[in-house]
C-alpha cells in the first residue's frame, strides 16, 4: 500500500499498488500515473508512506521516505509488463506515464518470532546492506 498526505484533509490517501523494483541501493520503483490522487498529492507533499505485509507469517514493514516522480522512458521501458499494460490504454508511450521512485528514509518492521518492533534507520540499515542509503 502506497500513502501520500493531501492538501484537503489531515488524514493519509492509501491505495495499493506494485513495486516494480527494489534495487541495490534500497530505492523502490513503482510505475503510475499523472492522473492519479498519489501524482496530485505528490505536487503538495514528497513524503511518502509504503506498506508490506504478509498476514499469514505475521510479517509487517513500513517504510517512509521521500518521493520524486519521473518520465524515464528505460525505466519505463524495464518495468513494462502486462498488468502496468492494463492501466495505459496508450501503451509505454501514454503521456500520463510516471515513475514513482521512493527513497526510503526509516522503516519499522515487526514479526511473528520477537513479538516486537524493529525501527530501523539510515544509519543502521547503511550497516547492515553494506549500501549507503540517499539522504
Do not use: C
Not at 508511450?93 to 519499522?108: F, S, W
Amino acid at each position: 500500500m502506497v500513502s501520500t498526505f493531501t492538501e484537503e484533509s489531515h488524514y493519509l490517501h492509501t491505495v495499493p499498488m506494485s513495486r516494480q523494483e527494489a534495487d541495490e541501493h534500497g530505492i523502490i520503483w513503482y510505475l503510475f500515473s499523472a492522473e492519479s490522487e498519489v501524482y496530485r498529492n505528490l505536487q503538495f507533499d514528497k513524503h511518502i508512506m509504503i506498506t508490506f505485509s504478509d498476514p499469514k507469517g505475521y510479517r509487517f514493514l513500513v517504510v517512509n521516505g521521500r518521493a520524486e516522480v519521473l518520465r524515464d522512458q528505460n525505466r519505463i521501458d524495464k518495468y513494462w509488463n502486462k498488468f502496468i499494460e492494463t492501466y495505459f490504454e496508450k501503451g509505454k508511450e501514454d503521456p500520463h506515464i510516471r515513475v514513482l521512485k521512493v527513497i526510503p528514509e526509516e522503516a519499522h518492521y515487526w514479526d511473528n518470532k520477537t513479538n516486537k518492533m524493529m525501527t530501523v534507520i539510515k544509519l543502521a540499515t547503511s550497516m547492515i546492506t553494506g549500501n549507503q542509503m540517499y539522504g
